[in-house]
């Protein structure tokens, strides 16, 4: 095996690097999952989700990877009409996908990759058509393309019908968004991403309207019922075992989030990526092959995806020097390579990042 990397030099769009503390956290001795101390458990870990999803209501905790919820997400949230998939990228398209293959009816709506889908469009297919659902990736890990989510639901929100579902895997905790106030019916994100945890939970924040259509749902199969999910966490449990020692990291990460605050965490990500374009425009001026994928002003303050046909040897030899960054994502594998600036990063060691890729790009 590789020798581990020192600190604050794993940049991959996820997973993310974890602090050493919130890892040492998941050796805590078992508890059984029913009774007071997952409840307590359980009870602390809701409260420190509000602020991260921007709401009120209760988050859904679930033992799976992200992918997980969003096949909760067409399942619970469809009434057997069609779905319209936003597709931008790899995992927007993954998102159709997913629809598809639980026999949705599913009309995907594609956008050159690094770009986002225009609302006003947005608003035009929806008054043209029915559906029970618009799916898109808010923050496309893929490209580094971030779309306009306050102006899609306001889109959606014109079509009570039509459920705005969202996978924000690397927004939530990373991108200022909020939940509540933009009357998002059903928005998920995973573990391992801007809330720098190891992989294994994903979190769910579902609208009453989307509990709802969960209950009459026929075809949600158990473990993924939203409803059930959300019945169980009334009482601060889960319906399965859930995966406890991922819970206690999850605990500690959340208080060390409250006490950076979300303003502070949405701050730092922008000057992350800030910082990353600048490097970018930089490198680009003094003739080095690279450029911005992403098109301006379309742009995630988690992932930056870089347009370089020297992808392939960049990242082996940021490796070789003891750096990981992202290498392009499917068919972008060679010609883009992504610097996941999210999580618990701070802008010094982005620096120190950046000053190894110019080395490794002059
Ligand atoms: C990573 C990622 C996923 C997939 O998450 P898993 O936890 O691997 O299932 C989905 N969407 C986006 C935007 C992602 O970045």
């Known amino acids: 095996m590789d020798t581990p990397l020192e600190p604050g030099r794993f940049f991959l769009p996820g997973p993310t690097e974890v602090h050493p503390d919130v890892l040492a956290a998941q050796n805590a001795p078992m508890i059984g999952h029913r009774g007071k101390q997952i ?17 009120t209501g209760d988050v859904i905790v679930s033992t799976s990877s992200a992918t997980g919820l969003m096949e909760a997400a067409v399942r619970n949230g469809t009434k057997g009409g069609r779905v319209l998939s936003l597709v931008n990228g790899a995992f927007s398209k993954r998102f159709a996908a997913i629809a598809e293959s639980c026999g949705i009816d599913t009309e995907v709506w594609e956008v050159e ?27 496309e890990t893929s490209t580094g393309a971030l779309q306009d989510l306050e102006a899609i639901a306001e889109v959606t929100g014109q079509h009570a019908e039509t459920f705005l579902l969202v996978d924000s895997v690397t ?22 991403k801007a809330l720098a945890l190891p992989p294994g939970l994903a979190f769910g924040l579902a609208s009453q309207s989307m509990l709802d259509r969960s209950a009459e749902s026929k075809d ?51 000057a992350m990526q800030r910082r990353t374009i600048e490097w970018i425009e930089e490198m680009k001026a003094s003739g080095a092959p690279v450029d911005v994928f992403a098109a301006e002003g379309q742009r995630s303050p988690t992932v930056t995806c870089v347009a370089t046909d020297q992808s392939v040897s960049a990242v082996a030899e940021m490796k070789r020097r003891g750096w990981v960054v992202g290498g ?22 982005l620096e120190a990042l950046l000053a190894e890729l110019t080395e490794v790009f002059s």
Do not use: C
């Open 220 to 270: 949600k199969g158990w473990y993924f019922d939203l409803a059930r999910l959300a019945k169980s966490l009334t009482k601060h449990e889960t319906p399965a075992t859930p995966a406890v020692s991922l819970l206690y990291a999850l605990d500690l990460q959340l208080k060390r989030i409250a006490a950076e605050t979300m303003e502070a965490r949405w701050e730092r990500h922008k």
């Open 39 to 55: 409840q307590e458990l359980m009870s602390g870990i809701n409260e420190g989700l509000k602020p991260v999803f921007q709401t």
């Open 113 to 139: 990759w690094g770009t986002i889908h225009d609302p006003s469009e947005l608003s035009k297919r929806l008054a043209a058509h029915p559906y029970d659902a618009v799916t898109l990736s808010q923050s």
């Open 171 to 192: 927004g939530i905790g990373g991108v200022e968004t909020h939940s509540d106030d933009w009357g998002i019916e059903f928005i998920l994100t995973g573990s391992q």
């Open 328 to 349: 392009g994502y499917g068919p972008l594998k060679e010609s883009t390579l992504r610097i996941g600036h999210m999580g618990d990063h701070t802008l010094e060691e």
